[in-house]
């Protein structure tokens, strides 16, 4: 009897221990540091409850019978079924003003530019020996845009959802510390003080209204497998600017994001046991999706300044790197390092429109993975 009640300590192991130290870094880092705290919180929270041994909250074989934990009942509902990840877009499309974009459309070309980072990386994962679909799951994470990752790699590489969802939150936190450093090595101070030429134009509200929906269909007819992707963000973005569902814009954008939000965050956890975590794979994951990052932000700026080439008035391009989906932190930070260089140069509008180009750009870049991909058998 007495066996049975310390069931847990008796099997506990140094893999379950340093998997709870993991749960609570991650908890440290959501409280402390507010790096992306509403996932980062549940998902530490989450580890630490899937690491307890014989824990009732993931599947567990008690004798011959096998019990099912809410966890992993969760994870099939939401994940495998892709549930989670979708309803997130809904949300994400309902906080996003397109405005800046469309009063500044060139900034399309940035947020094409800044996804070559998935590519570059997913070349490089392949080299180190990760199979086709792990390597696409592993290049997701510099879409910088964690529902992307989590929707590409619940599709082809479930084993590796902990660390790739991990590596995509923990990065769009750590934005202001991983782009100004490549910004810097990439372009001169003079390039740095170029002022954008405003050319102020007032967007009609029937163009807001028709912009998702064109973006949907033309998105679709390019990668009818990033449908569902760019739908259902572009369905949220609709709500917002439709003017007559202003109550369900503004569920979509807190309880909806807040309700699913905590249950992915826990779902997630559900991967983040020792035996799948504690793995070398683990640390190249990470350091990967940190290439990723750099690569995306490399190639944003050079593309800036190959266009530079060709133009008579100079786009800053500091604005390339903004690309990349971390929406609005990068905006944020190529807006301040402008500042930094010439307190009268106000890079925000511009820096939001790329970053919300971005948003657009990675979620057609899962897209296009899943179609490339997705029919290839290993």
């Not at 510099?142 to 990752?149: I, N, R, W």
């Not at 390039?191 to 967007?203: A, G, N, S, T, V």
């Not at 007559?244 to 807190?254: F, N």
């Not at 504690?278 to 350091?287: A, D, N, R, S, V």
Request: charge should be positive.
């Amino acid at each position: 009897m007495l066996d049975e009640l310390f069931s847990g300590i008796l099997k506990l192991s140094w893999g379950n221990l340093v998997m709870i130290a993991v749960g609570a870094l991650l908890i440290y880092l959501a409280i402390v540091k507010k790096y992306e705290p509403a996932l980062l919180l549940p998902i530490g929270f989450g580890t630490i409850l899937v690491n307890i041994p014989l824990s009732s909250a993931i599947d567990q074989m008690i004798g011959t019978l096998q019990h099912r934990g809410i966890l992993s009942i969760f994870f099939d509902v939401g994940i495998a079924t892709e549930i989670f990840p979708l309803l997130i877009f809904i949300a994400v499309g309902a906080m996003i003003d397109f405005t800046p974009l469309l009063e500044n459309p060139v900034m399309f070309l940035f947020g094409a530019a800044a996804q070559f980072g998935i590519f570059g990386t997913m070349m490089v994962a392949t080299l180190l020996g990760f199979d086709l679909k792990e390597s696409a799951s592993i290049g997701i994470i510099g879409a910088a845009d964690g529902p992307t990752s989590i929707y590409v790699a619940s599709r082809f590489a479930r084993h590796m959802l902990g660390p790739i969802s991990v590596a995509a939150y923990s990065y769009m936190s750590l934005v202001p510390i991983i782009q100004p450093p490549v910004i810097k090595a990439l372009t001169s101070k003079k390039e740095r003080m170029i002022k954008m030429q405003p050319k102020p134009r007032k967007i009609p509200r029937i163009v807001k209204i028709i912009f998702p929906i064109c973006i949907t269909i033309m998105a679709s007819l390019l990668a009818p497998t990033s449908a569902a992707l760019i739908g259902f963000l572009m369905f949220g973005n609709l709500l917002r600017e439709c003017g007559v569902l202003e109550g369900l814009s503004k569920t979509a954008q807190s309880e909806l994001a807040n309700l699913v939000t905590i249950l992915l965050g826990l779902t997630i956890a559900s991967t983040m046991t020792a035996d799948k975590f504690l793995k070398p794979q683990t640390l190249m994951i990470l350091g990967l999706g940190l290439i990723a990052f750099v690569f995306d932000t490399a190639a944003g700026v050079l593309f800036a300044k190959f266009l530079n080439l060709f133009l008579k008035n100079k786009l800053n391009p500091m604005l390339g790197a903004a690309g990349i989906s971390a929406f609005p932190m990068s905006a944020r930070v190529i807006h301040k390092m402008g500042l930094q260089e010439d307190p009268t140069n106000f890079l925000l509008m511009y820096a939001a429109g790329a970053n919300t180009a971005g948003q657009i750009g990675s979620v057609l870049a899962g897209g296009i993975l899943i179609s490339l991909i997705g029919g290839i058998r290993l």
